[in-house]
């Protein structure tokens, strides 16, 4: 039995009519078997689709000895295109230019008619030639004859209606690259496709329907038809998908990673992480996480970016909240998630703003890129990223007023006039609005109750928002208030921030470190307080527990200078290239040399009433 142009069919395949759609389900069947960590899109489908019934009715040979060579020697292929066609634009005209069209359609043709024969008749060379190979270079000089031939302003004209699936020619060009790069798995989903009952010369025809149903339809159609006219009227005037239609090709893509990026995270096991690492917050957190499931369910608006308004006590924080969620999501998903921090105390001037946007023509500096211009070009990159303003109370009321835009539309305008879009962005605003040092101090005067003392914060906090924050900045952020830290809140973040030191000691130096009651008590001290929180907790520590202890250790070091001064040189001849670089030799070889030798495995940290001791333990 032969197939189509003569080529021998294989024992059992029998060919029989199939619709597109019934073809295209039993091809995404196929893909599920053969590759069931990869997902085969609706263009893959109807590539796949097509070659099925253009090549199962192709009565040409498409296998010529000349077309075969030229494809085999693509270099030859090209330039025997740019010297014929693409140097003489100005002789192309008619049944020349229509060839010039024709020539990626008919290189094209023959990958599909080698993919058609490799998967489903079984046919594995031709005129001596590999068809796996053969088909991949097709699709390859394709796209290179194609992308080459759209450059040309006047032949570009004939490539806007486009034969594969109505694409843009760089993405039809992009696609042919892909098909060259997957042509052994589109033949292997073919082949999984063909049974004894799946293939056809021809598609089949639908069935008619009987007249009776054809006169229901059209009376259906007469009587809604002004209900339907009304409905896109109301459609348009509610917007719609209004989000997606404004956004560009790599925003929607971004967009729709996002979606997925968030409904991958388990959020309760999200919500945990984070509570380990942002001591008494739960509330905050779980109105994050919360947020977050509006992520996963694809229901937010994609244009504009989310916002946060963090207000809470000094140290309690809010900082440390946005940083740890930036590390806990970029770690989970093994992904870089840019992130801009504007401080607010540097913005008390209108003229500062034009630091972000960039200065107006004719200003100093107008030549060059604004804070946020600079930041676009990694974020735009990316499916999230974050921009933190911090203390934003302090800024000058303009500053709130530019993000404005942002917050709305989700783009803002640079000083060259480019479209800044930011909608793939989380944005928080940090405040101690309410919380000023003046009122702390106050609050903590008189004889009233822990209870009674927080009910009168959160009134005067209350009215302070509503006093310095405009209605129209309100409504377009979600306010998240952080608590104040108790005490019990400072022995824990002590024990974290100490346990990162140590651990640092522990893995450079060898150093085992331990803190006993009385240190811990004061460093508590002096790091804590109920008006301004751990703001001194991680400065305190970092003096007392990792300055004083390297400054001990070093003066009491009896390791060599001789091989460092080596391996400084050897690490300078690594960095000009000079020697092969290897990560995790050049780090064993540091933290060899850089370990200190005390005399001892341990140090105590201690307090003896007036300052903190330092006692060797387990000596050599």
Known sequence: MEGPMGTERPPGVKIESLEPEALAARLRESAGRVSPNRVMDDLELRHLVRVIHECSLLLKDVYTDRRIARIMEPERLVDRLVQRFVERQPDIRGQERYLVRRLPDDVRRLADKALFDLGLLGRREVKGYDLADLGARAYLAAGEM?????????????????????????????????????????????????SSESLSHSPRKPHDPPATELAMAVGQDIQTADDHDAAQYREAARGGDEGEAVLTRDQLLSSYERILLFSSLDLSMLDSALQSTVIDQPRAIKVLCDEFSLFAAGTRDLRRPPAYFLVGPTGVGKNHLVESLGRALAGLWKIEIPTLTIEGPNYTYPSDINELKGATRGFIRSDEDGILTAFHERSSRAPLSIILIDEVEKAHPQL???????????????????????????????????????????????????????????????????????????????????????????????????????????????????????????????GFSHTFGARRLGATLESVCNVEIAKKIRNEDRASNDDRAKLIDWLREVRDGQRPYDAQEVRRRVLDLARVQPGYRGLSIGFDGEDFTYVPVDPD
């Open 400 to 526: 709130i007023a530019f993000f404005l835009s942002i917050l709305d539309r989700g783009t803002t305008t640079d000083n060259r006039g480019n479209v800044l879009n930011f909608s793939n962005c989380m944005i928080f605003f940090t405040s101690n609005l309410g919380y000023s040092d003046a009122q702390q101090e106050a609050a903590t005067v008189g004889f009233v109750d822990g209870e009674q003392r927080e009910t009168v914060e959160a009134q005067d906090i209350r009215r302070e928002l509503r006093r310095a924050l405009k209605p129209e900045f309100v409504n377009r952020v979600r306010l998240i208030h952080l608590e104040r830290l108790k005490h019990e809140s400072a022995e824990r973040i002590l024990g974290l921030e100490f346990d990162k030191i140590a651990r640092r000691y522990k893995e450079v130096h060898e150093l085992r470190l331990t803190l006993d009651a009385d240190a811990r008590a004061e460093l508590i001290r002096r």
């Open 146 to 194: 194609l992308e080459l031939l759209a450059d040309d302003r006047r032949l570009r004209n004939f490539f806007r209606d486009n034969r594969l699936a109505m694409l843009p020619i760089e993405e039809e060009v992009v696609f042919l690259r892909q098909c060259a790069d997957k042509f052994n798995l589109y033949a292997e989903v073919l082949k999984g496709s063909a």
